[in-house]
């Protein structure tokens, strides 16, 4: 009160008076400014923490595919607003003439996957050799959840201080290495719709056959009438579209070859399982076929291309995000090949949220045996690792993207012929599934 009643008797406060109570607020500003992140820093330390804290007490896979997606949704994010930083960065732009922005997008997306393709295949290298739930990796795999976040956030960080050349090595092998995934993807979806099929024949009730039939029928249908839509989008009537006919109907061919051989008395085999083949080689035909090159007069849906590009791209992250999570989730059920020596062989399906205990390596009860791992910890790591190859790829557009426009992605030849060659894959190797007992009696392939 002193203060300010001397204020009010005196003469008007200079124009350096004034300063200086303007720059206390500012600094009273600063202050309460920093205060108020303070408080928000500590409110998300304790939110992370009780978020990791929660994912450990239900299922580690689940939080591996959670960080998976978002290295996704970073992707996509570098890849759009990335490229004016990176231009400015030396030992990035290293180059006389500057590359066009598309270079420094496909770089920023390349960094970004390298540093989690290294993330995974660390903790892969880690679990080897781990076979029951008492081996301390085990705990490690399912807790720790911070610590791994500084590791992945330190990784991702360091990939954008290593020179270009070490980037160009990793973007050739992340061409094979989303090749294995693609192929690791069909070995899922095979086995997903044999145990679709077993399950409901299992049932032996009337109701559970009529929902077999009529998935096949819906199948079927959805297949020849998608075909059919391909031919008026990608055959238009005033040019020669030989190699876009060619892949709708060896498709058409396929599907009619697959029921064919799995009706066969000799076979044995069933007719759902075809149908759901069918439906997805015949989606890999319009992703092969909506990704040929804007300027393709064969295109028809050249006039939005980049509206298709992008619906493509967001279905294509979302279909590797969910054949991720259930090739992580079924690496370990005992009716696939991929389980490790000491998981129990019993046919048991493998649930997606396990229970508590089990997952978190705690047993059912004190003083029994230690309990095997249910799945291979060094196999599901891997599976991100290579699913973070072919997510780079994807958002690239298998590193073609700078013939095409800057906002076009997963557009070019490259692409064309890669899902072309993995809906043939998946043709072969179901085919193979269906024959392989003929051909090998002795052998056997349950």
């Given amino acids: 009160f002193t203060g300010r009643g001397e204020q009010s008797a005196g003469p ?11 720059t206390n607020k500012g600094e009273r500003g600063m202050w309460c400014a920093s205060c108020l992140a303070s408080a928000c820093a500590g409110c998300a330390c304790n939110l992370c923490s009780s978020a990791a804290a929660s994912v450990t007490r239900r299922s580690a896979r689940l939080a591996y595919c959670g960080l998976f997606a978002a290295s996704l949704i970073l992707s996509f994010l570098l890849r759009q ?59 490690w795999h399912h807790g720790g959840w911070i610590a791994k976040f500084a590791i992945w956030v330190v990784l991702v960080v360091l990939m954008f201080f290593v020179p270009n050349i070490v980037i160009s090595i990793y973007e050739i092998l992340s061409k094979f290495g989303s090749g294995l995934f693609l192929l690791v993807q069909v070995v899922m979806l095979l086995d997903f719709t044999n145990n679709w099929n077993d399950s409901w024949v299992e049932k032996d009730e009337q109701k559970w056959e009529i929902a077999l039939l009529v998935v096949t029928v819906i199948c079927y249908l959805a297949t020849f009438a998608f075909s059919g839509v391909l031919f008026m ?42 149908s759901v083949i069918s439906v997805y080689c015949a989606y890999l035909c319009y992703t092969s076929l909506s990704s040929e090159p804007y300027d393709y007069a064969c295109n028809g849906l050249h006039m939005h291309s980049k509206q298709v590009s992008m619906s493509a791209l967001v279905l294509g992250m979302l279909t590797t995000v969910l054949s991720v999570v259930y090739s992580a989730v079924r690496a370990g059920s005992s009716t696939t090949f991929l389980s490790p020596p000491s ?34 910890y060094t196999f ?15 958002l690239t557009g298998w590193t073609s993207a700078t013939s095409e426009r800057s906002e076009l ?38």
Avoid at 246 to 270: E, K
């Fill in 380 to 394: 599901f790591h891997l599976i991100f690792a290579l699913a973070s190859m072919y997510s780079a790829m994807l």
């Fill in 81 to 139: 607003f990335a490229a004016p930083l990176l231009q400015h960065i030396p030992w990035i732009n290293t180059f006389d003439d500057t590359p066009p922005e598309e270079w420094f997008q496909m770089n920023a997306v390349l960094r970004l996957s390298l540093g989690n393709f290294l993330f995974f295949v660390i903790f892969a290298l880690t679990m080897i050799g781990v076979k029951d739930q008492n081996d301390r990796r085990d705990a």
């Fill in 233 to 274: 989008w990608f055959n238009p009537s005033d040019h020669d579209c030989g190699l876009n006919v060619f892949f709708i109907v060896l498709t058409m061919i396929l599907a009619f070859a697959f029921a064919i051989i799995a009706l066969h008395p000799q076979v044995n085999g069933s007719v759902m399982p075809a």
């Fill in 12 to 22: 008007p406060a200079s124009k350096e008076g004034n300063s200086f109570h303007r």
């Fill in 409 to 446: 992605m997963d557009v070019g030849w490259t692409t064309v012929w890669v899902r072309i060659c993995t809906e043939w894959s998946t043709a072969a190797l179901y085919i193979w599934t269906l024959v392989a007992p003929l051909l090998f009696p002795d052998r056997d392939f349950s």
């Fill in 343 to 376: 998981s129990p062989r019993s046919g048991a399906r493998n649930p997606l949220l396990a229970d508590s205990n089990v997952e978190e390596g705690k047993g059912s009860s004190e003083g029994s045996e230690p309990r095997p791992v249910s799945y291979s």
